[in-house]
């Protein structure tokens, strides 16, 4: 029903309309003539016959090959031409007037990317903002700049300073505030893929507004569609319970992480240079990744999945990241494997192990004897060719 109102709404925008004079006089040029020449001109046998008189000397072209015999079809004729050369410059400025204002509003961020889909959302702006997504093309083969959407409140030259670089050249571009319901929805939030909610100080430097707004936007985005994979930058750890409770997938945070490198650099001897080695993707012969568990290993113990690794020397396994997926799905799986006991205290054990449920829990070098549940990914140490 949706798509018959879209079809609708647009057979009629006004800006169609010169487009259905031009359709509706060719087929009306075309049936005169043939009316007119039939009787007196075998070059008109058939409305097809008129149709092609009618293209050619609509277009200008003249072939020549049908030519009317009658004064009529000869008045006719003159006067399709003189339409034909109004006509087509009418088009042509309809044309060039539709490009224009799709490119300005492109420029502008008023675009609407209803037809984009499998795409990463990125709401925010940072100073850096062109290191960044290059860094994220570079770790992401699959990922290219057409498939980025950039929602923010700064100024379209910015963005557009961006896209001189050839790598990002077809980024797109939402201006509006990227909390917002009517924002996310031009970037057709609900057929995305990932969203990334930077830590945005581009109208505020205050950490407290910093992370209520990035808060607002997680619960946004889940109340318009639950099973995007959310990841979220935040500045103060005091919110870390806001985003869990709006079932955020991931949080990151950037000064904690800072301040940890920084300890660990003063207990262990090129700590900072190891970190920074496993995450670059410019020199780094190895890096942390995450692969899917093959299907014949859940509920099988982490020894078992290890040995498949003996002998190759391009990946070690160092860990489990459990409850990989869309937290609602995982969470609603998970209370109705609880329920499946008539033990009243096993049905309170079942249901307090839900509620502490932690998504995307990495566990690291567990025993031989765990055992590797469902949605969970293996954490490896691979080498890559640079």
Not at 34 to 46: A, G, L
Not at 344 to 350: A, D, E, F, G, T
Not at 358 to 375: A, C, F
Request: a positive charge; one cysteine or more.
């Amino acid at each position: 029903m949706k798509q018959l109102k879209k079809y609708f709404l647009l057979l009629t925008d006004p800006k169609v309309r010169p487009f259905y004079v031009f359709f509706g006089f060719l087929i009306a040029s075309a049936g005169i003539m043939v009316w007119i020449e039939r009787e007196v001109n075998d070059q008109f046998r058939n409305f097809f016959d008129g149709l092609w008189w009618s293209i050619i000397t609509f277009s200008t072209t003249g072939y020549g090959d049908k030519v009317p015999a009658s004064v009529s079809g000869k008045i006719l004729a003159i006067f399709t031409v003189f339409f034909g050369i109004g006509a087509t410059t009418l088009l042509s400025g309809t044309l060039a007037s539709f490009l224009v204002d799709r490119n300005t509003k492109a420029r502008r961020g008023l675009m609407e990317y209803k037809k984009l889909k499998n795409h990463l959302i990125i709401c925010g702006w940072k100073e850096d903002m062109e290191d960044i997504l290059l860094d994220i093309l570079r770790v992401s083969p699959e990922t290219d700049a057409e498939t980025i959407v950039i929602i923010s409140n700064v100024e379209p030259e910015r963005v557009e300073t961006l896209k001189d670089r050839p790598q990002l050249k077809g980024l797109k571009f939402v201006r509006g505030d990227y909390f917002a319901e009517t924002s996310l929805l031009r970037a057709n939030i609900k057929a995305a893929k990932k969203v990334l909610i930077l830590a945005d100080t581009l109208e505020s430097s205050a950490p407290s507004e910093v992370d209520s707004k990035t808060v607002m936007t997680v619960l946004t985005i889940k109340a318009l569609s639950k099973d995007v994979y959310v990841c979220a930058e935040i500045l103060d750890k005091k919110y870390e319970s806001y985003l869990r409770h709006a079932q955020c997938d991931e949080i990151l945070f950037s000064r904690e992480f800072s301040r940890r490198v920084l300890a660990n650099t003063s207990a262990t001897n090129g700590m900072s240079h190891i970190i920074y080695e496993l995450l670059s993707q410019e020199k780094s012969r190895s890096r942390i990744v995450t692969r899917p568990i093959p299907y014949e290993y859940i509920g099988k113990t982490f020894g078992e999945f290890k040995r498949t690794f003996q002998g190759d020397p391009q990946k070690i396994l160092i860990g489990i990241l459990e409850n990989t997926g869309s937290p609602n799905r995982i969470k609603m799986e998970s209370l109705r494997e609880a329920q499946k006991t008539s033990d009243v205290s096993q049905l309170i054990m079942n249901l307090q192990k839900v509620k502490e449920l932690e998504v995307n829990r990495p566990y690291l070098l567990p025993d031989d004897s765990y055992t590797i549940q469902k949605y969970s990914l293996a954490i490896l140490l691979e080498r890559v060719e640079v």
